[in-house]
């Protein structure tokens, strides 16, 4: 995550994101890049890694850090399941289910930690 979002911003992104069926790319962009930056600063950390390709990915969650290759602990969404878990309009448990996460690894379980916006 290179630059941080700003609050005001993270939120019009969002209000795009929820106000519309199909949202602008650049709105579903910066809503999944802020969800993802509200994460990292709730569960600091390198011990999994967050992927919601093709927008972003962090590090998040204190432990062990790996610093080569792919990491023992990694989730993977599209960006709408990410924006949903993010926010609170859908839980973990019915995304996995529905075959919409994908998690490896003994830390890989971040349910906890949703949503992170509400």
Same mark, same amino acid.
């Given at each position: 995550m290179p630059r941080k979002i700003d609050m005001a911003t993270g939120r019009d992104a969002l209000d795009a994101v929820a106000a519309q069926v199909a949202p602008a790319r650049t709105d579903l962009a910066t809503a999944v890049r802020?969800?993802? !930056?509200?994460l990292e600063e709730r569960a600091p950390g390198k011990?999994?890694? &967050?992927? &919601? +390709? +093709?927008?972003? @990915? /962090? !590090?998040? &969650? $204190?432990? +062990? @850090?790996?610093?080569?290759? *792919? +990491?023992?602990? /990694?989730? #993977? *969404? $599209?960006?709408? *399941? =990410?924006? @949903?878990?993010?926010?609170?309009? #859908?839980t973990w448990a019915d995304a996995w289910a529905d075959g919409?996460?994908?998690?490896?690894? *003994?830390?890989?379980?971040?349910?906890?930690?949703?949503?992170?916006? =509400?």
């Open positions: 802020y969800l993802l !930056q509200l011990s999994v890694e &967050v992927r &919601v +390709p +093709p927008f972003g @990915a /962090v !590090q998040v &969650v $204190d432990g +062990p @850090a790996h610093t080569r290759g *792919t +990491p023992p602990n /990694v989730v #993977e *969404t $599209d960006p709408a *399941t =990410w924006v @949903a878990l993010a926010t609170g309009r #859908e919409r996460i994908s998690a490896s690894g *003994t830390r890989a379980d971040i349910s906890h930690l949703l949503p992170v916006r =509400w």
